[in-house]
C-alpha cells in the first residue's frame, strides 16, 4: 500500500502540477483520474484504487498503437509510399510500365522469409531517415536476391522449363547459365534482368549478354563468339534476296560449313572495356579504387555476392546484323590485321620477355612514326595506282640532332644483324641440347620456360626492327643471351660462351651510341670515393657496360660495394696485385726498390701468398680474418703482434707525415723551395709518395721494409730541409 500510495503522489504531481490541490470528490482532479478509472482516496495519504475502466482504456490504446504499426509498416512496403521519395520516381515510373507492375516492390526487393524480411526493412527505415534529414545520395541502389526471383508462384519453375524463345527467335536456357559457371562467374538472375535500367524494369539488358559472348573473341575478321552463333540463333530458314540474288543460309551454313562472319564482319562492334572512370560512380575511398590483379575475385565480388549488372563496370557492346551495306566499305584492318604491331611495342619500350619495359627517348618526347619516316616509298604512277608509304630516312635524324648523327641508323642496323647472328646458331645449338634432353626434363629445371622467352626475344627483335628502340632492344637480346645460358646450366651443360666483346653479351652501349655521336670512354673514373680504371675494365678484364650500369636507365650505376668484392674476391681471382699493386709489391720487397737500394721481401713471401692470411674477404672484417688466420699456423700471441705492428707502423707513418708536413711548410713560407735543385725535388717526391703509400694496414704487409723506407724518408727530409736552411 505504501508504494501505491507513494506512487499516486507522483500521478497528483503530474496531473495538477507541484502546488498541493485537494483531490477531494468532486474536484478537477478527482473528475480527470475517475474517468480514466483511478480513484485517490485519503488526504494525508492516498490511497490508489484502479478500476476496470482503466485497463480498458490501456487496451484499447494498445490495440490503437499496434493497429498504427500494421498500417504504417504495410504502407512502407507499398509501391505509393516508395514512389513519395522524388528519387525513386523513375524507377517507380518504371515499375509501373513494366510487366511486373501487379507485384509489389517488396516481393522482389526483400528476400522470402520473415526473418530477412525484418533485416532488409530495417536497412529500409535507415533510407528513410536519410531521406528525412537529407544525407541520401542521387544514384539508390538495391541488390535483388534470386531467392526473390525464384520463390513460390513466381519464376519457382523457371529452371525447369528448359529452352525458351527470346525476340528475334533467340533461344536461351536459363538453368545452364544460373546453376553453372560462366566464363568462371557465378552469374545471378540481375545479371541478364537489370533492375537498374531507368525506363524499363527488370527487362533483359541485351548488352550483358554480348560483353559475356563477344569480349575478347572478336580479333580483326576472326570472330569466335563464346559458345558459337548457333547456340543463340540458328539461321533464316527462308530464302533472302541480296542485289537480285536469291540466298539460303542453309545451303551455305548447313551443308557447306561457312561461318557467319564472312559476310556479317560487321555484326560486332566495341570491345566491353572496363575504365577506371567507371569505378568512382560506386566508390569514392583511394583503397577501393584500386583495380585488384585476380580479377576473378573482382568479378566474384561484384556480380555472385553484390547483383552488380555488367554494364555498371563494362562498357557496351553491340551485336547487331545490318541489312544494308555500301560495297568496300569496310577499313584496311579487316584485311591487314595488326600491322606493325610489333614495331608499336618496340617503340614504347613493351611487349619483351625477363626484360622490364624501356621506352624510347623518341616516344617519351611524344614524338609519332611520321617523325623518322619521312620520305615516300614510291613516285609516279606507280604511287598512285599502289599507294604510298613513307619510310625512315637519316636526313630526319640529321634534321633535328646534326650530323654527328649522320649514319648513324645504318650502324645500328649492322649491329643488331651482329647481334643476332651470334645468338641464332646459339639458340639452334640450345634448342638441340633441349631436344635431346627431353620435355620432360626441361619442364621439371623451367628451362623450357627460359628457352621460350630467349627465341621470342630474338623473334620480337628481328620483326620489330631493334633500330625503333635500340636500347630495349639490344636489352632483350642479351636477355635472351643469359636465358640460353641458364638453359644450359640448368641441364648440367657448359653454357655456349659468345665473344669477349659480344655485343649480345652486354657490351652494345658504346657501339650503338656513344662511338657514333663522338662520346669517349673515360680512362679513370670515380666509384665508391676511389680512382676506378675504367678503360682497363673494358678492353683488358671484358667487364661488359651493363654489368655495371643499368640497362633502362641512361648513365645510372647498377654497381653496389658487394658487386665489386664478387667479381675481384671471387675464389678463382688471384690476381691480387691488379688492384693491390702497393700492398703487393711491398709484401715481395719490390716497392720503391731504387729509393732504397735493395729488395727486402716480407719473411712469409716465399711460402704464403696473398689467401694465405687474408681467408675470408668480408668488408670492414679483414683484419679479423687476418688475425684468425694468424693463429691457424702460428699461436694466438700472434694476435696482439699484428696490432703491435699496426701500432707501430701507425706511429711511424704518423711521424713522417708530420715531419714533411713541417719541411714543406718550411720551404713554402720561406721561399726556399727553389732553390733546391733537380735532384732533390725528386727526392722530396719520393718521400711524399713513400709516406702516403705506407698507411698502417698497408706497411704491416712487410714491417721490416716499411720501417727501413721511413727512416730513410726522414733522413732524406732531414737533408733537403739542412740544405735549404744553408742556402743563401
Given at each position: 500500500m505504501?508504494?501505491?500510495?507513494?506512487?499516486?503522489?507522483?500521478?497528483?504531481?503530474?496531473?495538477?502540477?507541484?502546488?498541493?490541490?485537494?483531490l477531494r470528490p468532486g474536484s478537477t482532479g478527482h473528475r480527470i483520474l475517475g474517468w480514466f478509472g483511478i480513484h485517490l482516496l485519503g488526504q494525508k495519504r492516498d490511497r490508489l484504487h484502479l478500476r476496470p475502466r482503466?485497463?480498458?482504456?490501456?487496451?484499447?490504446?494498445?490495440?490503437?498503437?499496434?493497429?498504427?504499426?500494421?498500417?504504417?509498416?504495410?504502407?512502407?512496403?507499398?509501391?505509393?509510399?516508395?514512389?513519395?521519395?522524388h528519387i525513386m520516381r523513375p524507377y517507380y515510373a518504371a515499375w509501373k510500365t513494366s510487366s511486373h507492375n501487379f507485384v509489389p516492390c517488396v516481393e522482389c526487393h526483400y528476400p522470402p522469409g520473415r526473418r530477412d524480411e525484418l533485416r532488409v526493412k530495417f536497412q529500409a527505415l535507415t533510407q528513410v531517415v536519410k531521406f528525412v534529414t537529407r544525407t541520401y545520395g542521387s544514384r539508390p541502389y538495391a541488390e535483388v536476391e534470386d531467392a526473390s526471383c525464384l520463390r513460390g508462384g513466381c519464376h519457382d519453375t523457371r529452371l525447369l522449363e528448359g529452352k525458351v524463345t527470346f525476340k528475334r527467335g533467340i533461344v536461351f536456357d536459363h538453368k545452364p547459365h544460373l546453376t553453372q559457371a560462366r566464363r568462371g562467374r557465378k552469374l545471378r538472375c540481375t545479371s541478364c534482368h537489370s533492375q537498374i535500367v531507368v525506363g524499363t524494369h527488370m527487362v533483359v539488358t541485351e548488352g550483358t549478354c554480348f560483353l559475356c559472348h563477344f569480349k575478347g573473341t572478336v580479333?580483326?575478321?576472326?570472330?569466335?563468339?563464346?559458345?558459337?552463333?548457333?547456340?543463340?540463333?540458328?539461321?533464316?530458314?527462308?530464302?533472302?534476296?541480296?542485289?537480285?540474288v536469291t540466298f539460303s543460309?542453309?545451303?551455305?551454313?548447313?551443308?557447306?560449313?561457312?561461318?557467319?562472319?564472312?559476310?556479317?564482319l560487321d555484326a560486332v562492334s566495341g570491345d566491353g572495356r572496363a575504365p577506371k572512370e567507371r569505378c568512382e560512380l560506386c566508390h569514392n575511398e583511394p583503397g577501393k579504387l584500386k583495380i585488384p590483379a585476380d580479377l576473378a575475385s573482382l568479378h566474384d565480388n561484384h556480380v555472385t555476392t553484390h547483383n552488380v549488372d555488367c554494364s555498371r563496370c563494362h562498357e557496351?557492346?553491340?551485336?547487331?546484323?545490318?541489312?544494308?551495306?555500301?560495297?568496300?566499305?569496310?577499313?584496311?584492318?579487316?584485311?591487314?590485321?595488326?600491322?606493325?604491331?610489333?614495331?608499336k611495342q618496340?617503340?614504347?619500350?613493351?611487349?619483351?620477355?625477363?626484360?622490364?619495359?624501356?621506352?624510347?627517348?623518341?616516344?617519351?618526347?611524344?614524338?609519332?612514326?611520321?617523325?623518322?619516316?619521312?620520305?615516300?616509298?614510291?613516285?609516279?604512277?606507280?604511287?598512285?595506282?599502289?599507294?604510298?608509304?613513307?619510310?625512315?630516312?637519316?636526313?630526319?635524324c640529321v634534321k633535328c640532332h646534326g650530323e654527328k648523327y649522320r649514319g648513324l641508323v645504318a650502324s645500328w642496323k649492322k649491329t643488331f644483324a651482329a647481334m643476332i647472328g651470334e645468338l641464332e646458331p646459339k639458340l639452334a645449338a640450345v634448342s638441340a641440347a633441349a631436344r635431346k634432353a627431353g620435355v620432360g626434363r626441361m619442364q621439371s629445371t623451367g628451362a623450357d620456360s627460359l628457352l621460350s622467352d630467349a627465341r621470342y626475344n630474338l623473334n620480337f627483335v628481328k620483326i620489330g626492327r631493334g633500330v625503333h628502340n635500340v636500347f630495349y632492344a639490344a636489352g632483350l637480346l642479351n636477355a635472351a643471351n643469359r636465358n640460353l645460358d641458364a638453359v644450359m646450366t640448368s641441364l648440367g651443360e657448359q653454357p655456349l660462351l659468345l665473344g669477349k666483346h659480344s655485343y649480345a653479351g652486354g657490351d652494345y652501349c658504346a657501339v650503338l651510341c656513344h662511338a657514333?655521336?663522338?662520346?669517349?670512354?673515360?680512362?679513370?673514373?670515380?666509384?665508391?670515393?676511389?680512382?676506378?680504371?675504367?678503360?682497363?675494365?673494358?678492353?683488358?678484364?671484358?667487364?661488359?657496360?651493363?654489368?655495371c650500369h643499368s640497362a633502362q636507365n641512361h648513365k645510372q650505376l647498377d654497381l653496389k660495394p658487394g658487386d665489386c668484392n664478387a667479381c675481384h674476391h671471387a675464389p678463382s681471382r688471384t690476381d691480387c696485385a691488379a688492384c693491390h699493386d702497393v700492398q703487393s709489391k711491398l709484401y715481395r720487397g719490390s716497392l720503391f726498390s731504387s729509393f732504397s737500394g735493395e729488395d727486402a721481401p716480407s719473411v712469409m713471401a716465399a711460402s704464403v701468398e696473398c689467401d694465405g692470411?687474408?681467408?675470408?674477404?668480408?668488408p670492414r672484417r679483414i683484419k679479423k680474418t687476418v688475425a684468425e688466420a694468424c693463429e691457424t699456423c702460428h699461436d694466438k700471441s700472434y694476435r696482439q703482434i699484428l696490432d703491435e705492428w699496426e701500432n707501430e707502423m701507425e706511429s711511424l707513418t704518423g711521424d713522417a707525415t708530420r715531419r714533411l708536413a713541417s719541411v714543406r711548410s718550411y720551404l713554402r713560407q720561406s721561399d726556399k723551395e727553389r732553390d733546391l735543385t733537380k735532384p732533390e725535388l725528386e727526392k722530396l717526391k719520393s718521400v711524399s709518395e713513400i709516406i702516403t703509400a705506407l698507411a698502417p694496414r698497408t706497411a704491416v704487409h712487410n714491417t721490416l721494409l716499411s720501417r727501413s723506407l721511413l727512416e730513410k724518408a726522414l733522413q732524406e727530409l732531414d737533408g733537403v730541409e739542412s740544405k735549404a736552411r744553408s742556402a743563401r
Open positions: 505504501n508504494r501505491l500510495g507513494r506512487f499516486a503522489a507522483r500521478l497528483k504531481r503530474v496531473i495538477l502540477g507541484p502546488e498541493d490541490e485537494d482503466f485497463f480498458r482504456i490501456i487496451l484499447i490504446a494498445f490495440l490503437c498503437l499496434l493497429a498504427l504499426f500494421i498500417g504504417l509498416f504495410e504502407f512502407s512496403t507499398s509501391p505509393r509510399f516508395c514512389n513519395s521519395c580479333h580483326g575478321r576472326t570472330e569466335n563468339p563464346l559458345a558459337g552463333c548457333p547456340s543463340c540463333h540458328q539461321p533464316p530458314s527462308t530464302n533472302i534476296k541480296v542485289g537480285g543460309h542453309d545451303e551455305f551454313i548447313g551443308k557447306r560449313h561457312v561461318p557467319c562472319q564472312n559476310c556479317h557496351e557492346i553491340v551485336h547487331a546484323v545490318r541489312t544494308t551495306l555500301t560495297p568496300l566499305e569496310y577499313g584496311c584492318d579487316v584485311c591487314h590485321e595488326g600491322k606493325h604491331k610489333a614495331q618496340m617503340f614504347m619500350g613493351t611487349g619483351g620477355r625477363d626484360f622490364p619495359a624501356v621506352p624510347s627517348h623518341m616516344f617519351e618526347t611524344q614524338l609519332d612514326c611520321t617523325a623518322c619516316h619521312t620520305e615516300p616509298l614510291l613516285s609516279g604512277d606507280e604511287a598512285g595506282l599502289s599507294g604510298q608509304t613513307f619510310v625512315a630516312s637519316q636526313k630526319a657514333g655521336v663522338g662520346v669517349e670512354m673515360p680512362v679513370t673514373v670515380q666509384a665508391f670515393n676511389k680512382s676506378m680504371p675504367h678503360r682497363n675494365h673494358f678492353f683488358e678484364f671484358g667487364v661488359s657496360c651493363t654489368e692470411c687474408h681467408t675470408g674477404l668480408v
